[in-house]
Every structure is written in structure tokens, then in C-alpha cells.
């Protein structure tokens, strides 16, 4: 079963733009968190969606926001970056067998991550 | 606010050594407990958690992990560490009615041959 994959790995941009990043779920995952880790902040927890709405968000201003497709895929954008918005973005994926179960009941596999260089 | 902490930055053993990583967290409610590795190179996986039951929770790769309620720990244990065990260990809550997985800030492990 392939796992969790993100695109791109790599990302330069400079300040005030906005980037999109994408992430593909493993086959018959239906949930998808997206994280962030810094150096500074560690990992943070940004928002999951489950069947294409946002159940779960994290303490991110507006400027983050994220999609999920019919199929699962997820989309995460982020406008107006930031020097800070540098960091390694991860995507997890998980069964998630209603919106009743607690995030983290079905085991998370998360992706290899997309580092993002805001300069 | 819930929040995680770890107490050991980098954690240095040899092989065969006892390990116990410490996790204190902060939440006023029911939480859920996980404890995640990264091995050098590779993804993030999870090692155990604990949602309810027995306290001590065992994982894979012969780790394990009590929780202590009175103490709002979730230490993480391993009697025999191998060299293989090297990488960076989190601990993670969330609380049942919010669903906001908060991360400690990880202890990286090196195990010497």
C-alpha cells in the first residue's frame, strides 16, 4: 500500500506570497491533519479534514487554510507568507471512522513532509 | 490551554541500557496520550497511546508507556535500548472534546554500539 505523499518536498518564496501544498492520503484514508514543525515551535497541529470539511483546528491565524477533494486529497495554502512560515509542513492520514472519534483513534501516518523556505 | 513538555532534550545511552523518557501534560480534562518516533531519514509513526483502560500501554518494538493520572505523566519506557532505537521521540495529547493534538517539543535518543 503506498504511503502518504506530499508535493512538493521543496519549496522557496519570499515574502507576501502565497503558497499551495498538497498531500495524498493513503488508498481508503478518509482523514487528513496537517501539522507544522519549527525548530522553535516544534510540531503544531494546523486543522484536519474529514469527508472534504474542516472538523478540528489549531491556534493558526486566517492566513492558513486548507481543502479537501472528494477523492481525500488535501490542499493547504498559506497567503501572505511570513519569514516565520518557514518550517517543514507534515500531512497525516488516518481511517477515521466518524466524526464522533477522537483525532488520533485511528492510527496517523504522516507524509515525508514539504519544507518551506520563506525568505 | 493544554500543553506538552518533555523534560529531556537529548538523551545519550548504551546499548542495553534502561530508558525512560519523561512527558508531563497540562489539561483540565480527558485526554488522549501518544508517543511518536522518527528514525533518522524516515517519517514520523507512532509508537503507542493511550485512550483508556489499562495504564500501561505497550507499543511496538518492545516500548512501552505508563500513564499516571495523579500525575498527568505518560513516561515512556524501554528496558533494553538497541543502537536501532536512535531517533527523536514525541509525546502528544488531545483532549476528547477538542481534538487539538499538542506535540512536546521531542527528546532526541543516540544510542552508542
Known amino acids: 500500500k503506498a504511503g502518504v505523499t506530499q508535493t512538493p518536498r521543496y519549496l522557496i518564496k519570499t515574502r507576501g506570497q502565497q503558497v499551495t501544498l498538497s498531500c495524498s492520503p493513503i488508498s481508503g484514508h478518509r482523514s487528513v491533519s496537517w501539522y507544522q514543525q519549527t525548530p522553535g515551535q516544534g510540531l503544531q497541529f494546523l486543522f484536519e479534514y474529514f469527508s472534504e470539511t474542516q472538523r478540528n483546528k489549531g491556534n493558526f491565524p486566517g492566513r492558513f487554510s486548507g481543502r479537501q477533494f472528494s477523492n481525500s486529497r488535501s490542499e493547504m495554502n498559506v497567503s501572505t507568507l511570513e519569514l516565520g512560515d518557514s518550517a517543514l509542513y507534515l500531512c497525516?492520514?488516518?481511517?477515521?471512522?466518524?466524526?464522533?472519534?477522537?483525532?488520533?483513534?485511528?492510527?496517523?501516518?504522516f507524509g515525508p513532509g514539504t519544507r518551506l523556505l520563506v525568505l | 490551554a493544554q500543553s506538552v513538555s518533555q523534560h529531556n532534550h537529548h538523551v545519550i545511552l548504551s546499548e542495553a541500557a534502561s530508558l525512560e523518557l519523561g512527558c508531563n501534560y497540562s489539561?483540565?480534562?480527558?485526554?488522549?496520550l501518544f508517543w511518536y518516533v522518527q528514525y533518522p531519514g524516515q517519517h514520523l509513526q507512532l509508537l503507542l497511546k493511550?485512550?483508556?483502560?489499562?495504564?500501561l500501554v505497550k507499543g511496538i518494538k518492545g516500548f512501552e508507556a505508563e500513564f499516571i493520572k495523579s500525575k498527568f505523566s505518560f513516561n515512556l519506557r524501554k528496558p533494553s535500548v538497541q543502537w536501532s532505537d536512535t531517533a527523536e521521540y514525541f509525546c502528544?495529547?488531545?483532549?476528547?472534546?477538542?481534538?487539538?493534538?499538542?506535540f512536546g517539543a521531542g527528546t532526541r535518543l543516540t544510542v552508542k554500539p
Open positions: 497525516a492520514s488516518s481511517y477515521r471512522s466518524g466524526t464522533s472519534a477522537p483525532l488520533g483513534s485511528e492510527t496517523q501516518y
Open positions: 489539561y483540565g480534562g480527558t485526554v488522549n
Open positions: 493511550y485512550f483508556s483502560g489499562d495504564p
Open positions: 502528544a495529547v488531545n483532549g476528547r472534546n477538542n481534538n487539538d493534538m499538542r
